[in-house]
């Protein structure tokens, strides 16, 4: 039995590492970039601070700022376009998750011919090529975007999440730079934080766990558990911003080596039907999809919570328990709104249920959960879920 472990060839981490993005390209032979990110790091000014030493290194980078939150196949096709009409080495992923998940599925896509679509590219498809290198550098600590093997796009039609895996998708190399994330507001801040949370646990709990994906899970865990109210509450905390960031990155790491479960398998369609940002459906779903796999898992998540601050209990059972009491509280604290808070219509939310659920299974991560559940599982499940906390 082997198993196969993947990272970026080369990771700066550090306040004020982005300042060495034209040096970095340097070492890489890289000389054209295009830069992927969105309208708010144009305007914000957050953008200069990757183009600025970009420019002073005597390079001419594009910009395509288009892309949207939860990134469509549309966009894709838009940023696509835009590259055929410049002449680029590589694409800078600069943003959240949406951005860099924007350029790396470029990067895919852009290996096929004009008519190509994304949804060729869909899992099970080994997405294992790339036209160009993605070098990523996030402005939110949340989805590891920067060191997965992974890009998730919505296809606009079906309204479907689309799980795209393979070395393709493995930036060449990232920045991880926690000073770019003081502007984070709250609320994201919460959900990209919880989102980094659920990828350590679930990469933790994970049926294709191993060794390594263990240590980088668990320390991810360390890094995330007492620092994200922190960073909540006091949004220019340094310390707490410095431990999210690499927290996340290093959760990032952690499941792109073990694969996600069942809260990245429900959060997905929940996201695509009802534009639920990322973060905030995986926060809705995880105290309860926890509790779900409590018992089949309970050593692993009793650990889970020793290393988030949880719990210090030597027992076992006591402590998964904390784990599954602390996800709650934490989601109050947070201000996790359930679905039906979200503003998610009852019977909108009723019609999807068995749609959802059977979208939820077939992308393959509810295979990985230490509790693996049947389809009507899933849906007593969201069921459960759309009026938590209210
Ligand atoms: P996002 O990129 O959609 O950004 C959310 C909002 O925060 C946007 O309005 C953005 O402009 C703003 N923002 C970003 N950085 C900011 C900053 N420094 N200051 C102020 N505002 C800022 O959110 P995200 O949660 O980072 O990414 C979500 C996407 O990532 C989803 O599409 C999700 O499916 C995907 N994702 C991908 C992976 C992967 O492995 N590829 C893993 C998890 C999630």
Known sequence: MSFTLVSPRC??????????????????GLARPLVVTDPFMVASGLLRRCLDPLLAAGMQPAVFSDTIPEPTDTVVEAGIAFLRRGDHDCLIGFGGGSPIDTA????ILATGDATAKMRAFKVPFAADHAAMPVIAIPTTAGTGSEATRF???TDAEHDEKMLIAGLGALPLAAIVDYELTFSVPPRTTADTGIDAL??????????????????QALRAMELIGPNLRTAFHEPNNAPAREAMMLGATIAGIAFSNASVALVHGMSRPVGAHFHVPHGLSNAMLLPAVTRFGLAAGQARYAEAARRIGFSGSPDDAVAAEALA???AALNAELGVPAPRAFGIDPQAWDDRL??????ALASGSPANNPRVPDKAEIVALYRAVYAANA
């Open 198 to 215: 659920s990828h350590a646990l679930e990469a933790y709990v994970s049926r294709r766990a191993n060794p390594y994906s263990d240590g």
């Open 11 to 28: 990771m700066i981490v550090g306040g004020g590492a982005v300042a060495e993005i034209a040096a970095l390209l340097g070492k890489l």
């Open 325 to 327: 009491e602390g996800l």
């Open 354 to 359: 068995d749609l959802m659920a059977a979208q």
């Open 151 to 153: 890009t998730v796009i």
């Open 104 to 107: 790396k599925a470029m990067a």
